[in-house]
């Protein structure tokens, strides 16, 4: 069975390299950390590291401020890697380059998931990765404290928008309860990450309803480099902002274009009840989730990218596509 293989081969191994993929977003933070503690509180070495900056909200978490960079982990030589939270080897990073001549484990929860490691336990009716890693830290047998906890809880609370989003079953509140009876803090993570925001970032905010279409049951919006530049921001201070344009009533696809850094665009997308977003964005060399899935375009104009991704998701909300 996979889920023993994986039990097997992580309390044989001794050096393991746990990461996620770049962009990071709080589960991923979540998974990479709360694993990287976990087995290191087991007795392995562990290094957690992310090709990609740690956005500053994050920060504040247990564990957090010892992952590494891509650069003080690249020359290691782990005997296991544990990539978490990661459809493709592309969002790895530069660490894919690792993950050829060793041993790799897969824990993912994404349908897109392309099934890349030695073995792979992906799980698409997860709500949150974080939760299968906290499934796989109790069957080791990791002792968790309030501060492993909390750190676990918070890509659960993320991935589902705070026990909101149509992934949130009675697994989530499972496993959060958990977590709670642990210890996790609830009103620090919603604190830290929902009420914590720069006035430079709601000015930016300003930016993107300024820039708003609502065009029948798409709405989109763009932010472009000036934007952040403008506003002191970077792309960390816009999560969560293609939420709220999806919060607009009879609205059933929210896409936000994001131009950062300059040359670069990313493409944010949200449905509500029908769209699968995620088909969208595969067919534009992305991925994700039916309700929450994104792509990105290198050495790109961001209206080019704009105009193309919009009328390509005209003809699927036209098509009736699902
Ligand atoms: P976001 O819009 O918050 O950047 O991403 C939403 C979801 O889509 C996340 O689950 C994320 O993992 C996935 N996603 C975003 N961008 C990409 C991408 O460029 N490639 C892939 N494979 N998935 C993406
Ligand atoms: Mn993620
Ligand atoms: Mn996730």
Redesign the pocket.
């Known amino acids: 069975m996979k889920f023993s293989s994986i039990i097997s081969q992580i309390n044989e191994s001794k050096f393991i390299l746990v990461t996620g993929?770049i962009?990071p977003?709080g589960d991923d933070i979540s998974s990479v950390t709360s694993l990287a503690v976990g087995l290191e509180r087991l007795g392995k070495t562990v290094v957690g590291s992310i090709d990609y900056p740690v956005p500053w909200y994050y920060r504040n978490f247990y564990g957090v401020e010892k992952l590494k960079t891509y650069e003080q982990a690249k020359d290691l030589d782990p005997d296991l890697i544990i990539v978490v939270?990661c459809?493709?080897p592309d969002?790895v990073g530069r660490f894919q380059n690792l993950l050829n001549d060793r041993k790799t484990i897969v824990i993912d929860h994404?349908a897109?998931n392309t099934l890349f490691g030695g073995l792979n336990w992906v799980d698409s009716s997860s709500a949150s990765t974080a939760q299968m890693v906290y499934i796989l830290n109790k069957t080791l047998g990791v002792p968790y404290d309030a501060d492993l906890a909390t750190v676990n809880y918070l890509g659960i609370a993320t991935d589902t928008g705070f026990f909101k989003y149509s992934n949130t079953d009675s697994h989530v509140f499972k496993i959060a309860a958990e977590l709670v009876e642990f210890g996790a803090k609830p009103h620090f993570v919603s604190s830290t990450i929902l009420e914590n925001k720069s006035p430079e970032q709601m000015k930016l905010y300003c930016r993107m309803v300024d820039h708003m279409i609502v065009d029948g049951q798409l709405v989109y919006s763009w932010l472009s480099y000036d934007d952040y530049r403008a506003n002191n921001c970077s792309d960390d201070d816009s999560t969560g902002f293609?939420s709220e344009l999806r919060s607009i009533k009879n609205v059933e696809v929210a896409i936000l274009f994001i131009e950062y850094p300059e040359g670069q665009v990313?493409v944010?997308?949200r449905s509500k009840n029908w769209v699968d977003v995620s088909k969208i964005?595969s067919s534009l060399?992305?991925?994700?989730?039916a309700r929450?899935?994104?792509?990105?375009f290198r050495d790109a104009k961001l209206h080019e990218v704009l105009d193309e991704v919009i009328g390509l998701v005209r003809d699927f909300l036209q098509g009736g596509n699902r």
């Open positions: 993929h962009m977003d939270d459809s493709t969002r994404h897109t293609v990313h944010s997308m964005a060399g992305g991925g994700g989730h929450a899935a994104g792509c990105s």
